[in-house]
Structure formats: structure tokens, C-alpha cells
């Protein structure tokens, strides 16, 4: 059997990586921990003739895709995760009935004229364009739109940063599923203000993430897709690259098996 090199750091997700490792070598495949330090010293494992797949931070899966030859080496295609990119076709199912695109300045500047096609009166919801998530996505009341609001300073300083801005929405539930070509392959409830898992998806949230999956054009062949309860209906909340998300509790058998075939079929077309 062909067998896939999972490269996947441990600081990330601490209590998921022993199991997540412990599968990928019952299935027959290798798991190597990751090391900082090889992007300072160059000494990276020679990973030429395989197929890789790293799990990681975010940071470090959209750099590995860009600097290294690994192959499909990080599951991050950062540039078709811009929320500019998919929202439009999403609409059907996504959680943003109306939102504007604009920049960190603009909003703290000309905040009412920003504002206007959403008709908000006290408070709005904030987050980057970009997947890689300079800040984090929050609720702002109007009156408190400021840069040191927006966390400028400490991750970025370009207040020319692109941000969506839409009408609150209250999500009572939240779940994240795995897709691999256009097909949910696990999945968990999740969390969102504490970070943590919790019981996993009943079939409901889990048909309506398969009809978004399957009608959706997908960001790239494995991605995660969270979906919330909003209003006692699923929504759609965000696409984010598969290589630096966390997997929470979602069963890492079928994880390992679809993402290391998707990744062998990569890398054959690759060459």
C-alpha cells in the first residue's frame, strides 16, 4: 500500500495529537513531528519522492504551501479562502444575509457611510478578508469602532486591511466538518467562545453541511466547513483551509483515510 507522510505539530492541538498520530500509523502511513527550527537551519526532511501532508498553525501551512516542494504538502490555498472569493456563491446558505466589504481605515473613518447599506443602529460584526485571520472576527458596538478595537498594532499595521462587516447574528451552535472532494468525511460540535469540543453532529447539521459541500464550489479538494445554528435553521459561517484548522473531536479514522488518498492522487497528477 502507497503510504502518506503526515508532518503535524503538536503545540497546536495538544489533546487531539496523540490519537491523530496514533491513526495515521495504524493505517499505514508515517506521522513526523514538526520542528520550528527547520525553517531557521533548512534541514527539512527529504520529502521529494512522497506524498506529504502537513497539520499545523496556520501560519506555518500557508508557508509551507508557498516555500516548500513538498507534495500537496499543506491543504491551504489561502487566496481561494478570501471571504470576497466564495461569499457571493455561498448566499444561498450563508450565515451574512447582507454584508460590505471594506478597509480597517475606511470603517473607522467614515464608519456611518460604511455602515449605511446595512441599516445597523447599535452594533456590527468584524472580520478580516483574509483566511488567515490577522484578527479575530468580533462584535462591535458602533460607538466603539476604532483601530485599537480592530487589534491594530499587533498583528498587522496596513489599515488598509480588508474586513466584512455585517449585521450581528446570535449562533447558539456550532459545528466543523471535514470535506474531501465535495464530501463531508467527519465532523464535531464544537465551542466557538471556549474553543472546545462538544457532543458531535446529529444528521441534521450534518445533511445541511452535505448540500453546501456538494453544491458549493470548493476553496480546494480538502478544506473544513463550519456551519452554526442560527434562528433554528443551519447556517453557513465560514471555509477555512484543512492544513491549520483544529479538528476538535472529530473521529481521525476517516480523516487519515480520505485526506492520505486525496493526497496520493495529488501528488500522481503532480508528478
Known amino acids: 500500500m502507497e503510504s502518506v507522510t503526515w508532518i503535524v505539530d503538536p503545540a497546536m492541538f495538544p489533546p487531539s495529537y496523540k490519537a491523530f498520530c496514533d491513526t495515521i500509523s495504524r493505517l499505514g502511513h508515517k506521522c513526523l513531528t514538526w520542528n520550528l527550527d527547520w525553517w531557521h537551519t533548512g534541514k527539512w526532511p527529504k520529502l521529494e519522492k512522497q506524498a506529504v501532508v502537513f497539520h499545523g498553525s496556520l501560519g506555518n501551512a500557508d508557508r509551507v504551501r508557498r516555500e516548500l516542494r513538498w507534495k500537496p504538502g499543506a491543504y491551504c490555498a489561502s487566496e481561494s479562502f478570501f471571504c470576497s472569493v466564495w461569499y457571493s456563491q455561498a448566499k444561498p446558505w450563508l450565515v451574512h444575509e447582507r454584508w460590505v466589504q471594506t478597509t480597517v481605515e475606511a470603517l473607522v473613518n467614515r464608519t456611518k457611510e460604511v455602515l449605511e447599506p446595512l441599516g445597523v443602529m447599535h452594533e456590527v460584526f468584524v472580520r478580516p478578508d483574509s483566511p488567515l485571520k490577522p484578527f479575530s472576527g468580533r462584535v462591535l458596538p458602533l460607538d466603539r469602532i476604532s483601530l485599537k478595537a480592530l487589534d491594530h498594532g499587533y498583528y498587522y499595521e496596513d489599515t488598509s486591511l480588508p474586513v466584512i462587516v455585517a449585521p450581528v447574528r446570535k449562533v447558539t451552535q456550532e459545528w466543523r466538518f471535514v470535506v474531501v472532494e465535495s464530501k463531508i468525511v467527519a465532523g464535531c460540535s464544537y465551542d466557538a467562545a471556549s474553543r472546545k469540543s462538544r457532543l458531535g453532529p446529529t444528521q441534521l447539521p450534518t445533511d445541511f453541511a452535505s448540500e453546501v459541500a456538494r453544491n458549493l464550489t470548493a476553496p480546494e479538494e480538502v478544506y473544513v466547513l463550519d456551519i452554526g445554528e442560527v434562528d433554528e435553521s443551519f447556517r453557513l459561517i465560514e471555509l477555512n483551509p484543512f492544513s ?28
Do not use: F, H, N, W
Open 244 to 271: 491549520g484548522a483544529d479538528l476538535y473531536s472529530c473521529d481521525p479514522e476517516p480523516i487519515v483515510r480520505e485526506v492520505s488518498k486525496a493526497a496520493l492522487k495529488s501528488y500522481a497528477q503532480i508528478g
